[in-house]
């Protein structure tokens, strides 16, 4: 790790030398965004949309980025080159800069990070995890902030539910998880949340297979109570892919197997992330 070449600033630097000055807002307030993509042999996934989110949520939080999407891209193609992780995932940062007062932003200070990643599973696992419901809703949830201050806090207590994971709802309707998307399936129909959640880069491309291989998708509200209705359910993200769930706080799904729903559209988005 402490061999791994690292951008900040302006400049390419080991990576056990970097770090952000105190006075930047990313330290004194927590104020900054990040984005994060996973690298196959070499191959930055999904890079461009990546990138589309990055600028949004930099552009929403008033963060301007000095560095244009081509530099940005030049500096991850360099990253893998220099680190030779063929598995791995790349993190951009973004911090409000260097603020006398602590409250104000200035020039923002782009960090690029390459660190090691285990791939996730070239199948499904059937074994699904458990989700825990909590009801909270994520400030400017458009955005991919650094702020995870409820999901580190909520860390003891979703152990003592024996989940593996919290799946976020606001009023009875649910959100997201932390760090992935929520899907479940009812009657042969796909159906995930449709606002007030950060829509992922794997739920984007989930969207776009249910839609090109005449899955029935629906983009709506979910309401807690309806969790008992289906018949499958899975979570997203671009370092996992697809995980089925088994059971949301005292409800036990049906056990998913190679017939299932959620199993095709895993094996798809593999395929997908090959070509």
């Not at 709802?169 to 760090?179: L, N, S, T, W, Y």
Request: charged share 25%; with cysteine; glycine share 4%.
């Amino acid at each position: 790790m402490n061999a791994l070449t690292c951008y900040i600033d302006k400049q390419y630097l080991p990576l056990a030398n970097a770090g952000v000055p105190a006075t930047d807002l990313l330290v004194q307030r927590g104020y900054g965004i990040f984005d994060y993509l996973r690298v196959a042999n070499n191959k930055p996934l999904f890079l461009e949309d990546h990138l589309d989110r990055f600028y949004n949520s930099a552009t929403i939080m008033r963060l301007g980025i000095a560095e244009t999407r081509e530099d940005i891209v030049k500096i991850v193609y360099q990253l893998i080159e220099r680190n030779n992780l063929p598995y791995s995932g790349i993190r951009l940062i973004i911090g409000g800069g260097d603020s006398a007062d602590g409250y104000q932003i200035t020039a923002p200070r782009l960090l690029v990070l390459q660190q090691p990643l285990t791939a996730p599973p070239e199948a499904m696992p059937l074994k699904g995890i458990k989700l825990a419901s909590y009801e909270f809703q994520r400030q400017l949830w458009e955005v991919k902030t650094t702020d995870y201050l409820m999901a580190i806090w909520l860390q003891p207590w979703m152990k003592a539910q024996k989940a593996e994971d919290i799946l976020y709802h606001q009023a009875g309707i649910v959100r997201e998880c932390p760090r992935s998307n929520f899907f479940m399936i009812k009657d042969g129909t796909l159906i995930t949340p449709a606002s007030h959640m950060l829509k992922g880069i794997t739920r984007k491309n989930i969207i776009s297979i249910a839609l090109a291989n005449n899955i029935k998708i629906e983009e709506r509200d979910i309401a807690l109570t309806e969790l008992k209705t289906a018949q499958e359910a899975f979570i997203s993200s671009s370092t996992k892919r697809i995980t089925p769930v088994s059971q949301i706080d005292d409800y036990i799904l049906p056990v998913i197997n190679e017939q299932s729903l959620s199993f095709k559209i895993f094996e798809l988005l593999r395929e997908k992330e090959l070509h």
